[in-house]
């Protein structure tokens, strides 16, 4: 199940994100957080990715996701998004584990914010907002704002995603977006994740702690180790695409959980040493 981290065979299909030879270093290059760091996601039209990082506290995995979306840049290496190097005209949304939302604007107004800034009239970006806000469950409080408590922590997610995925369908960050929540919510968040994923065919970068979760969501797991981090285990799961709650009931499931749970505990080891 485990791959060696090459990319000799990942030619076939156009890659929608590329990062090369990334480090990073804050002293002027003598100490490095991050080196030789590579990380390639291809390009899957009409099925899209579910990529997901993990890692111990501190191994750069939310630092991965803003060199993706430019909110970062690298000390070295490339990171291409669609063949292009990112830059701030780069637009790519982020869900947080925190609450992101702009809590003096309504729920209507946050989730068509992109639309707003792109000049997009008021009537054509409340109706496209309309059509988020009914797919995430939040229809009847579009004009709420969207803050707690007058919004649960998973209706608040939502806005969130909403918000990503009309900013661009095409790709989505999250980080540790359900630690947060409750159980409950956080198995209904996750579901949630899945049917929008489907729709959209999005190619989805996720970042959690969470090894059941990361089985359940990914097609793709990725590990990183750090001093110095960078990616050295990639897992491919091979669970069928279309996943629901009985799919955590499968023993193949159980055994990919404890599979990736070794490798953790593997790379965890050796990066201590």
């Not at 989505?172 to 994740?193: C, N, S, V, W």
Request: glycine content about 6%.
């Amino acid at each position: 199940m485990s791959q060696p981290f090459t990319f000799k065979d990942e030619q076939a299909l156009d890659n929608i994100i590329e990062l090369r030879g990334i480090g990073q270093s804050y002293d002027g290059n003598k100490n490095w957080v991050i080196r030789d760091l590579d990380f390639i996601v291809e390009d899957k039209p009409n099925q899209g990715q579910f990529a997901i990082i993990l890692g111990m506290s501190g191994c750069g995995k939310s630092t991965l996701l803003r060199y993706i979306s430019a909110l970062q840049t690298p000390t070295e290496g490339t990171v291409l998004v669609k063949g292009k190097p990112v830059d701030q005209n780069t637009h790519i949304s982020m869900v947080f584990q925190q609450y992101s939302s702009l809590p003096w604007m309504t729920v209507l107004d946050n989730v068509g914010l992109s639309l707003r800034y792109a000049g997009v009239s008021k009537k054509e970006r409340d109706e496209k907002a309309m059509e988020l806000i009914k797919l995430v469950g939040l229809e009847g409080h579009e004009k709420k704002y969207a803050m707690y408590p007058t919004l649960s922590g998973g209706q608040l997610q939502r806005v969130a995603i909403a918000r990503s995925i009309l900013a661009n369908p095409d790709i989505l960050l999250m980080d540790e977006p359900f630690g947060a929540l409750d159980i409950k919510t956080r198995i209904q968040m996750q579901d949630l994740l899945l049917q929008l994923w489907e729709k959209f065919h999005s190619t989805v970068i996720f970042v959690t702690h969470d090894i059941s979760e990361a089985v359940y969501l990914g097609d793709d797991i990725y590990i990183m180790k750090y001093a110095p981090s960078k990616i050295v285990e990639h897992i491919k799961v091979d669970l069928p695409l279309h996943r629901n709650r009985e799919t955590k009931r499968d023993p193949h499931f159980t055994q990919l959980v404890h599979y990736v749970e070794d490798m953790m505990m593997k790379v965890s080891s050796e990066g201590a040493k």
